[in-house]
């Protein structure tokens, strides 16, 4: 998936705002912060997708998507760590993430299952468009090729991760209305991002 510009990253991944392009300046001052933080969203990312799949454990086409993605999360979260033992660097603490405890904070708690199904989705579908724009952003910008490299293929594999749960969504939700309140995510995730200060040493 080719993502060019800023309007493409609109029209495909549908964010309504950019990162700020000084993010990327910031990140490359920061590799031991990025890298760790970049750890354990792929992390997170992993345990995600178990806790949905033991939820869900009666949809069989969720827990058949979901359970290889939990593989290869995980395997992401080492690909990350052997980058940073390459360089020797440490793997830092796990740090709070505003950007996705705001998210969390706008999913519907009450409601029916298929209310709270169709947010969980969402939610994670939002954090895989924005991790797919954030490594877009560091494989045009680092100036180190092979991290530009490194984090091109983690961009298209996010890429991918956010159109399974749109798709995943679509399924068991009538698509008019996973349409509807994706709209409502997306305004309300760049309110989100107008509210949190670029910073070098997080992902989101």
Not at 46 to 68: F, G, M, R, W, Y
Not at 69 to 92: A, M, N, S
Not at 94 to 115: C, H, I, T, W
Request: with cysteine; glycine share 4%.
């Amino acid at each position: 998936m080719e993502l060019n510009e800023n309007t493409a990253v609109k029209n495909i991944l549908g964010l309504q705002l950019p990162t700020d392009p000084r993010w990327v300046d910031l990140a490359a001052l920061s590799m031991e912060e990025i890298l760790t933080d970049h750890a354990y969203c792929e992390q997170k990312a992993a345990t995600t997708c178990i806790s949905l799949i033991q939820k869900h454990n009666d949809k069989d086409l969720l827990v058949k998507e979901l359970a290889p993605l939990v593989t290869e999360e995980w395997g992401h979260f080492r690909l990350v760590l052997q980058e940073l033992q390459k360089r020797g660097l440490q793997l830092g603490k796990q740090r709070k993430d505003e950007y996705v405890n705001q998210l969390m904070a706008f999913q519907k708690k009450g409601g029916s299952p298929e209310d709270r199904l169709l947010d969980h989705l969402l939610t994670m579908a939002m954090i895989e468009a924005r991790s797919c724009e954030r490594f877009k952003r560091l494989s045009e910008g680092l100036p180190d090729d092979y991290l530009r490299k490194f984090y091109r293929r983690f961009m298209e594999s996010e890429a991918g991760h956010y159109i399974l749960f749109l798709e995943l969504a679509e399924h068991y939700i009538e698509p008019a209305r996973v349409r509807k309140r994706w709209a409502e995510w997306l305004q309300e995730e760049a309110r989100i991002m107008g509210t949190i200060s670029p910073r070098g040493d997080r992902i989101h």
